[in-house]
């Protein structure tokens, strides 16, 4: 299986080496090669064949590790435009370079809010995405990590100005199984330490079913 790089393809609130062993390779020798032809020639032209593909693979993979790292952790580098492709793609691409890195990386940006509500557990942070997204297509996190595509639909709002602290933007995700649903961003910056400067996720909001945030039709009753 080959890794394509990232990108925004892809497709609640926040509260591939492929490898080839020996008796693969026999067992495929004798499905793909007949009786008549299991000479030692062609059972060794088979193997090289299947060694060479490995080989292949495995420089691609380390290619492609090379070229993605993942999110890491908050930086006061990080530019407020920069956080949600950055984690995005770090979901989509979830256990790379290692398991889970995705969402320990959205763990590590979360604020002090998502860490209460599990108890300062990422662990227990990890199986609730993974439960979550296995449950529901168009959970956020089923979303991110299987679903067919993302974009950004407005541009960063950074209330208060250039200066301000608090910024969010939209984003639209397409579920695996079609629907579309809008996610609003609330990014906060740490203005002390630990981290002082550095942008993190305090909240991501889905829309309801119209692709709207905010009630309307407040009087006599009002909806969502």
């Not at 969402?103 to 300062?120: P, Q, R, Y």
Request: aromatic letters at 10%; hydrophobic letters at 30%.
């Amino acid at each position: 299986q080959e890794h394509e790089k990232p990108s925004n393809e892809l497709v609640s609130t926040i509260p591939f080496p492929c490898h080839v062993r020996n008796s693969d390779v026999f067992r495929l020798s004798a499905l793909l090669v007949s009786d008549d032809d299991m000479s030692d020639e062609s059972d060794e032209r088979l193997f090289q064949e299947l060694m060479d593909r490995k080989l292949k693979m495995g420089q691609q993979t380390q290619n492609y590790d090379r070229e993605y790292l993942g999110a890491g952790v908050p930086r006061s580098s990080l530019r407020p435009e920069e956080m949600v492709p950055l984690l995005m793609n770090a979901l989509k691409y979830n256990d790379n370079p290692h398991k889970d890195d995705g969402l320990v990386s959205m763990w590590e940006f979360a604020t002090d809010t998502v860490k209460f509500i599990f108890n300062n557990n990422v662990t227990e942070f990890i199986e609730s995405c993974h439960d979550t997204a296995d449950q529901f297509p168009t959970s956020f996190y089923g979303a991110a990590m299987d679903g067919k595509s993302w974009d950004i639909e407005t541009e960063l709002n950074r209330v208060g100005g250039k200066d301000g602290w608090i910024a969010t933007q939209v984003i639209k995700t397409i579920s695996s199984d079609g629907r579309l649903c809008r996610w609003q961003w609330e990014m906060r910056k740490n203005r002390r330490p630990p981290c002082q400067g550095c942008w993190k996720i305090e909240n991501i909001a889905s829309s309801d079913r119209n692709g709207d945030f905010e009630a309307r039709d407040r009087g006599d009753g009002w909806s969502v």
